[in-house]
């Protein structure tokens, strides 16, 4: 089994910055991609930010130049940098892992966790 644990997120004001991460834990080989999710009130969730092989980084619109997404590969680790937050990005954050573990393929998300931004 495999399990993700976020942390990082808070109340902040506009322009300010906060780090989301994200660790996977159990019995995992490898993790061959990382994603960030959000959902605002009454939206859908969407996607803001990928990286696969720990290289290839992909970033929605509304995020790209604020976001940057890095992993850790010896703790099993993704990150969120956000900077310059704005209330238009208060949403419940997600993060996502594709890889192998004992059993097999895995994707799994986390719990999420709650990034409000005041203005």
């Known amino acids: 089994q495999v399990q993700l644990e976020e942390s990082g997120g808070g109340l902040v004001q506009a322009g300010e910055s906060l780090r989301l991460s994200c660790v996977a834990s159990g019995s995992v080989v490898s993790i061959n991609k990382w994603a960030w999710w959000r959902q605002a009130p009454g939206k859908e969730r969407d996607l803001i930010a990928s990286?696969?092989?720990?290289?290839?980084?992909n970033y929605a619109d509304s995020v790209n130049g604020r976001f940057t997404i890095s992993t850790d590969n010896a703790k099993n680790a993704v990150y969120l940098q956000m900077n310059n937050l704005k209330p238009e990005d208060t949403a419940v954050y997600y993060c996502?892992?594709?890889?192998?573990?004992?059993?097999?393929?895995?994707?799994?998300w986390g719990q999420g966790t709650q990034v409000t931004v005041s203005s």
């Open positions: 990286i696969t092989n720990g290289a290839d980084q």
């Open positions: 996502v892992s594709r890889g192998y573990s004992d059993s097999g393929n895995f994707a799994k």
